[in-house]
């Protein structure tokens, strides 16, 4: 208790999305200010809670003030019971009848928002509306920012002088004026949104972004060691003020439990075969192939990676995610009987590797803090997921990048020509999350990449020592006294006047 009789604890709502990529970091940042003090509520439904209620009952029991609220997600006609989670398994067609729940989800977001009276809501990037509940409550909203500074740099770049509209083919680079480093991309890496800003999703980020400049401020993933540059930059251009409280997952999951159990619904066995697997490995042997919990690649795809890493000289684990779940979906949707992908000859594959013990699949979903931390990972092939590439950042190890949607073309850029930390295999065609893209990169671009990391030759080791530094700078930032740490704590001191501020006004508003 203050001096004046006011709760000190902040009270705070979180939001996350519906959806597993959104959900996880805006769940760790939850996590993060229960960690600190925080009275911390999240709304959510009933099926996105399973994937991370083990972590908040965890939380509790270590005596901090956090819980999940239910809210069921609305009946619509014509989507199955309790599908409610966006993922890569999400049919096109049924994208529309999701957005259409939503909107009936938020009116008792808002309900129980007005109901709790928090002192500040956080909220994921996807929920615009939740600028104006802030406003009639008269608190802060902080958005929970997807991607690096870097990505908001390189779009608003695009954004503002369209650099790509002067080029005459999708295939001839052109540079992003404005940038603090010369950046080239084509216009095959850019979303249909940047290239088409008056379509469906493109009016949405619209919204999303004039929601941003309206709020309180952002909350990044990121931290000042890795991007400062970009971070001076976003705020200069934006004029928004921003927190860099990353890397988030590694600062909240730090036993083993919490790090092998993260956005799981039921505890893994997977965890214990591919440790000791692991262990039977020599240090940095070993590169670890995953493309986030949305990745969606066509067998033919599948089959040139499989290549590709049984040719390579080294060892792998790679995550493979079963593309079959659409076609059951569409089946029950009566849309008929649908052809189901050949995954067989992946099968054999899997046989053959586990016998040469060369390679370790995971169907589904991989225990990523674990393996990226154990000291036989040298490497790892990401599609530059901004979570990934946090983690892969904190354990000191390079990246093939392979980026395949959203900002991540961005995230590569980043990593390949400002950090230089990763190689590319020379992924070149952007796609919708929820597509299979119509380029394959072919076995030997993937090799050569692989190759180069793994090799021990110079590039590799001046890039190797590159990330280690980059990795010693992210233990750094979340330790007392680390700028991560420091912003965190600046941030809640700032809260708690903001609150203070409120309820004296109040006061003297009744005097
Ligand atoms: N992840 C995991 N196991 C998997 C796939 C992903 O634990 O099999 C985690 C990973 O550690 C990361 C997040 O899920 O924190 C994926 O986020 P990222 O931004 O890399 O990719 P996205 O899923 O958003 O495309």
Redesign the pocket.
């Known amino acids: 208790e203050s001096s004046i009789g006011i709760e000190t604890k902040l009270k705070a709502i979180f939001l996350p999305f519906i959806g597993?990529?959104h959900l996880?970091f805006v769940v760790d940042m939850a996590r993060l200010f229960a960690m600190h003090n925080v009275d911390v509520t999240i709304i959510t439904t009933p099926a996105n809670a399973t994937l991370f209620q083990t972590s908040i009952d965890r939380d509790s029991s270590r005596g901090r003030a956090i819980r999940t609220h239910l809210v069921n997600f609305p009946q619509i006609p014509g989507l199955p019971h309790g599908l409610e989670i966006i993922d890569a398994d999400t049919p096109q067609d049924s994208s529309k009848l999701f957005y259409q729940g939503l909107l009936l989800l938020q009116e008792n977001f808002q309900q129980i928002i007005r109901d709790m009276k928090p002192d500040f809501i956080v909220t994921d990037m996807f929920y615009p509306w939740s600028v104006d509940i802030a406003a009639e409550l008269g608190i802060p909203r902080l958005n929970c920012n997807g991607g690096s500074y870097f990505s908001h740099a390189a779009r608003n770049s695009t954004e503002q002088f369209a650099p790509h509209v002067n080029v005459s083919s999708d295939d001839e680079t052109f540079s992003l004026p404005g940038l603090p480093h010369k950046i080239e991309m084509t216009r095959s890496q850019l979303s249909d949104w940047v290239k088409e800003p008056n379509n469906e999703f493109g009016y949405w980020m619209k919204m999303i972004i004039d929601a941003d400049r309206k709020s309180y401020g952002s909350l990044f993933r990121s931290f000042y060691e890795l991007e400062g540059t970009y971070e001076e930059h976003y705020q200069r251009v934006t004029g928004t003020r921003s927190w860099s409280l990353g890397p988030v997952?590694l600062w909240v999951n730090q036993d083993d439990f919490d790090k092998a159990n993260?956005?799981c619904a039921k505890e893994k066995e997977e965890e214990n075969g591919v440790l000791k697997w692991l262990d039977s490995k020599e240090d940095n042997s070993v590169v670890y192939v995953?493309f986030?919990?949305?990745?969606k690649f066509s067998i033919s795809q599948q089959i040139e990676i499989a290549h590709a890493l049984e040719d390579s000289g080294h060892d792998f684990i790679w995550?493979v995610r079963k593309t079959t779940k659409e076609n059951e979906y569409l089946s029950c949707l009566g849309a008929g009987t649908v052809p189901v992908p050949d995954t067989s000859i992946l099968e054999e594959f899997e046989k053959r590797v586990k016998e040469s013990n060369k390679g370790y699949l995971?169907w589904?979903?991989?225990?990523?803090?674990v393996i990226l931390e154990h000291s036989a990972i040298g490497a790892v092939v990401?599609?530059c997921?901004?979570?990934?590439?946090l983690?892969s950042i904190y354990m000191g190890l390079p990246m093939v990048t392979w980026p395949l949607f959203?900002e991540q073309f961005y995230n590569e850029k980043l990593l390949v020509d400002v950090l230089k930390i990763g190689v590319p295999v020379g992924s070149k065609e952007w796609k919708n999350w929820n597509e299979y893209g119509d380029k394959v990169v072919k076995r030997e671009d993937i090799g050569k990449a692989i190759d180069l990391l793994m090799g021990g030759g110079e590039e590799c080791l001046e890039i190797r020592k590159r990330v280690n530094e980059l990795s010693d700078a992210a233990k750094k930032t979340i330790k007392v006294g680390g700028s991560s740490y420091t912003k965190l704590k600046e941030l809640l001191e700032e809260l708690k006047s903001f609150k203070h501020q409120k309820v004296n006004n109040k006061m003297e508003g009744e005097v």
């Open positions: 597993k990529s996880l997952s993260r956005g995953s986030g919990s949305m990745n995550v995971i589904g979903w991989a225990p990523q803090l990401t599609h997921g901004w979570n990934t590439t983690e959203a």
